[in-house]
């Protein structure tokens, strides 16, 4: 049987009703991942496969548990020997390398505080971390000139006391590095679980996220010991994974959307992680490893389910597939609806953030309405309130937020780390805010509005960018778009439309115009864009979310 069993009330419901009101996750005392998942998989599944690795180069590695188990314990004990400890931070930079999963296992089993981040990060982005976070001791790939960005930050980075390098560079040295591939192969492939003061508790922090950062700069989101045993909801009941099956989520290591695809709900479901160590994002690329590699799951941001839909998908042999899952912006209808024409396969929506785990989703006995992320997750109560905290009417906007007057859910943050007042914002009163808005309908489903901060106000109407965006995105014309208010002097705010176009469409008026006509026949008609802009490409985060502030701003300037 699959793992997450041992941490669960049950694991058959007849309907999502059942599932909401009587899953109940099971977390023991001083629970760790890393030795009672992955070491118990190591021992009863040694030659089950953990990992599936392989790279554009055509490289392929594959981890059985026993191997991953061995290299994390190899790994814990060199980390140990340079002197990270219990509580220490450590930074780790390793785009997709295989290299990720069992460093990532060797500090949970140390008790040191693993912060995950992105390749993209600049030197100024680095210092910020390292002293935000008091970073000791940062891991990272030698590709993308990472470690000469880590150099140039370590002036202005007082804690940091150790750099090593993984992956990439065969046998090179760097001076002031160290080659954490040699060294680990000098140690032992034993290390004992630490007792007494060294051993961890269900409370500490156990990995420490920066937030992508879309309005201002980016929040440390603490997450404890527990953190792992939340994603039995992401994993088993929304993407449903299954023992021996092959799950890919397209997801860089440095965000918190990896683990939630790529570590530790598949493994609980004893469920292979694929992971395609690409250079950037080819949708053909993508499309071809699905077919060699046979995946049976699969997750990724509706952007890139947008580029596979301009492709001839009838070219692949995607019959492994069972589920397609999508998160990380608001699915288009339009984009499931051409999927399911392709596939076969009914996508389900999910909304979560770093803070939390799948939050509201299309979860097992739901039927699917296209374009809404679902109903609120087994373990969360979730809910949308207005401006007095009070539950909305069916088709009114309002807040999504978590009640917790009843206890902290399994798979919820602690807190934003050294940062009390924001903290304190966010959640109180037993509330905790998303600052993201929807709205239900009659039936309970949530709908998908924007960010508190995007909605647009125009001539007494509230206008969410997400509807505009889905309606644009119908036009073949559209490849991406972002939805923006602009200040007017007699609505308020008047709608603006930031466009790229896709191959074969050039900007002119005429296509501005029709694009406007398209949208009034698709919603209602005061919710039409009256400012078109056709751009080569959208303001993002380092995490590929679209910024809608930053052309608030440069539009406020103007």
């Known amino acids: 049987m699959a793992l997450y069993k041992s941490y669960v009330n049950r694991t058959e419901f007849k309907d999502y009703d059942d599932l909401k009101q009587n899953l109940e996750i099971k977390v023991p005392d001083n629970f760790n991942f890393a030795y009672d998942v992955l070491d118990a998989l190591a021992e009863t599944n040694p030659d089950g496969e953990a990992l599936v690795w392989c790279n554009h180069k055509g490289h392929e590695r594959i981890f059985t548990f026993k191997e991953m188990q061995e290299l994390t314990n190899k790994t814990a004990n060199y980390l140990t020997r340079m002197g990270i400890t219990k509580g220490d931070p450590v930074m780790l930079i390793l785009k997709r390398h295989y290299q990720f999963w069992y460093i990532l296992m ?24 390292n002293n935000r976070a008091d970073i000791k001791c940062i891991i990272c790939t030698s590709d993308e000139g990472v470690c000469e960005h880590v150099d140039e930050a370590e002036n202005d980075s007082p804690t940091l006391k150790l750099k090593m390098f993984a992956g990439g560079l065969g046998n090179k040295e760097i001076d002031g590095w160290y080659d954490l591939d ?8 034993v290390f004992e679980r630490p007792t007494g003061d060294k051993a961890t508790t269900n409370d500490d922090m156990m990995i420490l996220y920066f937030t992508s950062g879309t309005t201002g700069h980016p929040k440390m989101v603490a997450h404890d010991f527990t953190y792992p045993l939340g ?7 929304w993407h449903r994974v299954k023992k021996g099956g092959l799950h890919l989520t397209i997801a860089e290591t440095g965000w918190a959307k990896a683990v939630w695809g790529k570590m530790y709900g598949q493994w609980l479901g004893e469920s292979a992680i694929f992971v395609y160590d690409m250079e950037k994002f080819i ?37 492994s597939l069972e589920e397609l899952t999508v998160a990380g912006e608001a699915l288009n209808p339009e ?3 051409q999927i399911k024409k392709a596939t076969g396969i009914t996508m389900r929506e999910c909304y979560g953030q770093t803070e939390v785990v799948a939050l509201v989703g299309n979860f097992k006995g739901m039927e699917i309405k296209p374009g809404s992320m679902g109903k609120p997750s087994p373990c969360y109560d979730v809910d949308i309130v207005n401006d007095n905290n009070e539950s909305c009417l069916p088709g009114e906007i309002g807040e999504i937020v978590i009640n917790t007057s009843k206890g902290r859910p399994v798979g919820m943050f602690r807190g934003y780390y050294r940062d009390e007042e924001t903290t304190n914002k966010a959640w109180n009163n037993n509330i905790y805010h998303t600052g993201d808005l929807a709205y239900k309908d009659e039936s309970g489903y949530f709908w998908y509005v924007g960010r508190k901060d995007d909605v647009i106000k125009s ?16 036009h073949p014309a559209v490849l991406e778009c ?31 115009k029709e694009l406007q006509d398209h949208v ?10 009256r400012i078109v802009e056709f751009v080569d490409e959208l303001p993002k985060t380092i995490s590929g979310k679209i910024r809608h502030v930053e052309i608030r701003n440069k539009d406020t300037k103007k």
């Open 520 to 529: 009034k026949r698709v919603t209602a008609p005061y919710k039409y864009p």
């Open 283 to 319: 949708p053909t690329e993508i499309l071809s490893i699905m077919e060699k590699y046979k995946l049976t799951t699969f997750c990724a941001p509706p952007t890139m389910y947008r580029f596979f839909i301009k492709e001839d998908l009838s070219a692949y042999d995607l019959s």
């Open 231 to 237: 994603h039995i909801i992401t994993a088993i009941h």
């Open 482 to 512: 972002a939805i923006t208010g602009v200040p007017d002097e007699i609505r308020g705010q008047v709608v603006k439309a930031t466009i790229v176009l896709a191959r074969g469409y050039t900007p002119s008026d005429e296509l501005a």
């Open 106 to 129: 060797a500090l949970h089993k140390i008790g040191a505080v693993a912060v995950p981040a992105t390749h993209l990060l600049t030197p100024k982005d680095i210092v910020y971390r």
């Open 335 to 337: 984009v499931y609806n």
């Open 182 to 189: 040699a060294e680990i192969e000098k140690e032992s492939d």
């Open 459 to 474: 001539s007494g109407y509230k206008i969410g960018p997400f509807e505009v965006e889905s309606a644009l995105m119908e």
